[in-house]
């Protein structure tokens, strides 16, 4: 896989899910067997629009040259590889119903992806 096909990848799916969380905070969450009061849908929210950023950035960067998306893979690599911790975290300590593991997969799959092309990948080819 093109580090271009990645990225467009992550795009849809960090714009999708920010869109949801933005718009139906509540509605998305209690998907997940969670509920949010009105600060949580707050919370929520905000971290709806920082994935939209996070769609946006991955779509706009997608064809740029390796100089700029070595910085941007590290930074969405340290970013994902956090957000994999937190999301784990909470699945295990039952925050999340079964279908939270889909999240942990996503997380840990981002991760992974975004390692290999940091790391592993010369020039992110």
């Known amino acids: 896989m093109k580090l271009s ?4 990848m992550k795009a849809a799916v960090s714009t999708f899910f920010g869109i949801a969380l933005v718009l139906a905070p509540a509605a998305l969450m209690s998907i997940y067997g969670t509920d949010l009061d009105s600060a949580g849908a707050f919370i929520a929210q905000t971290a709806g629009a920082s994935l939209i ?5 991955c779509w706009f960067s997608k064809n740029l040259d390796w100089q700029a998306l070595s910085g941007i893979t590290l930074a969405l690599f340290i970013a994902d590889g ?3 911790i937190i999301i784990l975290m909470g699945q295990l ?3 999340m119903n079964g279908l939270g593991w889909t999240t942990v997969a996503a997380y840990l799959l981002f991760t992974l992806g975004l390692g290999y092309f940091r790391f ?3 020039e992110g080819s």
Do not use: A, C, E
Request: a positive charge; zero cysteines.
């Open 120 to 122: 592993m990948k010369p």
């Open 93 to 95: 300590s039952g925050q």
């Open 5 to 8: 096909n990645f990225l467009t």
């Open 53 to 57: 950023g996070i769609g946006l950035i």
């Open 82 to 84: 956090i957000g994999f």
